[in-house]
């Protein structure tokens, strides 16, 4: 008999509380800890030598020797020019979508009457400046492109620009579809630069030799990478805003024995391919639809491109059929999983996704799979991996947006108020602060 590509983990009849499943559910070996102190020395490099370090890690790391970090304005025209047709019509549309999407979800201003003369307003301000990373590895992602620059676009930021790895193959530049995505959103400012060193790159600015500017330093920085990427975000963040520490990616799936079998394994495959790290997960109280869920496995696997890769990461520990009680127990599983992607595939999908707390997307149905959001549905596809859903959302134009609150009382309100404030400094042993409040009501 065939050994199943996948393990099996039966929690049936298991506590349902959220220890105990966090516990129970299959994670990846994933240390960023351990990563950090390998990239510490590469971040603090970057900080004291700016462009002389960069360039030295990318030989290193990436195989090339550049002469600059900037990708020349001609490389993204030409990338541009030379995009398939049909490639460049799905960009746009995606780009369309999420647009559409990102423009609707923008926080508006407003403004509370407190009490008559007083009033609070919260302003929702974009951040002056943000980079934006896109990974470069076993495939190549002119959609994250697309996911992280229009959300920072949609908020208002005013200096955007993008990094990716240098590659061997394309002379030193990030992939031509990456730049030609770069291009199509009018995204000028493009660098070839890769890992920790293009994090450190964007968190403190990059001067050459002589000491000019070559990279200003950004307010946030947002986008996927591996785990030395993840851990150069955490080392910097504090400096630079982040939107997260992405890990590999994830997928799990809900599924009851209304679900197609076929179409299950397909959609486990496709965040497979991602890398052998990735996982998948499928949870379900069917025994009938796992043994399905199986052989489908076995047989799509063996006949797809990147088999090796996906056969690696189903058979690792971050992957499983995980067997429950029923859609209820099911719940709390995924709950407590807090998936990247989360499908729902049962009897009454829309009322059980209405139930999900823990989630950086999900998906209803059997015709919302994972791999529209990954390109076309207009959601985005940079969200919280390795459980952090349970914190964490995914990117979106709220990202590059700072809230500021502006007080405005008058004299009268601002009267009112005062033996409140008076009480709550004596308090709080700060009477200073009661009397930046007197000394504007003198006694006669």
Same mark, same amino acid.
């Given at each position: 008999?065939?050994?199943?590509?996948?393990?099996?983990?039966?929690?049936?009849?298991?506590?349902?509380?959220?220890?105990?499943?966090?516990?129970?559910?299959?994670?990846?070996?994933?240390? #960023?800890?351990?990563?950090? &102190?390998?990239?510490?020395?590469?971040?603090?490099?970057?900080? @004291?030598?700016?462009?002389?370090?960069?360039?030295? *890690?990318?030989?290193?790391?990436?195989?090339?020797?550049?002469?600059?970090?900037?990708?020349?304005?001609?490389?993204?025209?030409?990338?541009? $020019?030379?995009?398939?047709?049909?490639?460049?019509?799905?960009?746009?549309?995606?780009?369309?979508?999420?647009?559409?999407?990102?423009?609707?979800?923008?926080?508006?201003?407003?403004?509370?009457?407190?009490?008559?003369?007083?009033? !609070?307003?919260?302003?929702? #301000?974009?951040?002056?400046?943000?980079?934006?990373?896109?990974?470069?590895?076993?495939?190549?992602?002119?959609?994250?492109?697309?996911?992280? #620059?229009?959300?920072?676009? &949609?908020?208002?930021?005013?200096?955007?620009?993008?990094?990716?790895?240098?590659?061997? $193959?394309?002379?030193?530049?990030?992939?031509?579809?990456?730049?030609?995505?770069?291009?199509?959103?009018?995204?000028?400012?493009?660098?070839?630069?890769?890992?920790?060193?293009?994090?450190?790159?964007?968190?403190?600015?990059?001067?050459?030799?002589?000491?000019?500017? =070559?990279?200003?330093?950004?307010?946030?920085?947002?986008?996927?990478?591996?785990? *030395?990427?993840?851990?150069?975000?955490?080392?910097?963040?504090?400096?630079?805003?982040?939107?997260?520490?992405?890990?590999?990616?994830?997928?799990?799936?809900?599924?009851?024995?209304?679900?197609?079998?076929?179409?299950?394994?397909?959609?486990?495959?496709?965040?497979?391919?991602?890398?052998?790290?990735?996982?998948? =997960?499928?949870?379900?109280?069917?025994?009938?639809?796992?043994?399905?869920?199986?052989?489908?496995?076995?047989?799509?696997?063996?006949?797809?491109?990147?088999?090796?890769?996906?056969?690696?990461?189903?058979?690792?520990?971050?992957?499983?059929?995980?067997? !429950?009680?029923?859609?209820?127990?099911?719940?709390?599983?995924?709950?407590?999983?807090?998936?990247?992607?989360?499908?729902?595939?049962?009897?009454?999908?829309?009322?059980?996704?209405?139930?999900?707390?823990?989630?950086?997307?999900?998906?209803?149905?059997?015709?919302?799979?994972?791999?529209?959001?990954?390109?076309?549905?207009?959601?985005?596809?940079?969200?919280?991996?390795?459980?952090?859903?349970?914190?964490?959302?995914?990117?979106?134009?709220?990202?590059?947006?700072?809230?500021?609150?502006? !007080?405005?009382?008058?004299?009268?309100?601002?009267?009112?108020?005062?033996?409140? #404030?008076?009480?709550?400094?004596?308090? @709080?042993?700060?009477?200073?602060?009661?009397?930046? =409040?007197?000394?504007?009501?003198?006694?006669?």
């Amino acid at each position: 008999m065939t050994t199943a590509p996948i393990r099996r983990i039966d929690l049936r009849g298991a506590p349902l509380d959220p220890a105990t499943l966090r516990a129970a559910v299959p994670r990846a070996d994933l240390d #960023v800890a351990e990563a950090l &102190e390998k990239v510490r020395p590469i971040c603090e490099a970057v900080r @004291e030598r700016g462009t002389a370090a960069v360039l030295e *890690y990318t030989e290193r790391f990436d195989g090339v020797a550049l002469a600059s970090v900037r990708v020349p304005a001609q490389a993204l025209a030409d990338a541009l $020019d030379g995009l398939d047709p049909q490639v460049r019509a799905a960009l746009e549309e995606t780009i369309r979508r999420v647009r559409l999407v990102q423009r609707s979800l923008r926080r508006q201003d407003a403004t509370t009457q407190v009490v008559p003369g007083g009033t !609070v307003t919260e302003r929702w #301000v974009p951040v002056g400046r943000v980079g934006l990373y896109v990974p470069g590895g076993l495939a190549v992602y002119p959609s994250s492109v697309v996911m992280n #620059v229009v959300p920072a676009q &949609e908020a208002g930021v005013e200096s955007i620009a993008v990094t990716s790895p240098a590659q061997r $193959d394309f002379g030193g530049l990030p992939h031509p579809t990456i730049l030609a995505a770069c291009a199509l959103l009018g995204v000028a400012e493009v660098y070839a630069v890769g890992g920790a060193q293009a994090i450190a790159m964007f968190a403190h600015g990059a001067r050459d030799e002589a000491g000019e500017l =070559v990279v200003a330093p950004v307010d946030v920085v947002t986008g996927p990478g591996n785990v *030395y990427v993840a851990a150069a975000k955490r080392l910097v963040q504090g400096i630079v805003g982040i939107d997260a520490e992405a890990g590999p990616t994830d997928i799990a799936v809900l599924a009851d024995d209304t679900a197609d079998a076929g179409h299950v394994a397909a959609d486990l495959i496709s965040q497979a391919e991602h890398d052998v790290l990735a996982a998948a =997960v499928l949870v379900t109280p069917s025994e009938a639809l796992a043994a399905a869920v199986e052989r489908e496995l076995q047989a799509r696997v063996a006949a797809t491109k990147h088999s090796e890769r996906i056969r690696a990461a189903l058979s690792g520990r971050q992957s499983a059929i995980v067997l !429950v009680d029923d859609v209820e127990a099911g719940l709390a599983v995924v709950n407590a999983y807090a998936a990247e992607h989360l499908e729902i595939q049962t009897a009454d999908a829309r009322d059980v996704a209405a139930r999900v707390r823990n989630a950086g997307a999900v998906f209803v149905g059997p015709h919302a799979p994972v791999s529209l959001g990954d390109y076309c549905a207009g959601s985005n596809h940079i969200l919280p991996t390795g459980g952090s859903a349970c914190h964490t959302g995914g990117l979106s134009v709220q990202t590059f947006l700072r809230g500021i609150h502006v !007080v405005e009382y008058d004299e009268a309100a601002l009267r009112e108020v005062a033996p409140h #404030v008076l009480a709550l400094a004596q308090a @709080e042993d700060l009477p200073a602060h009661g009397e930046a =409040v007197s000394a504007r009501f003198p006694a006669p």
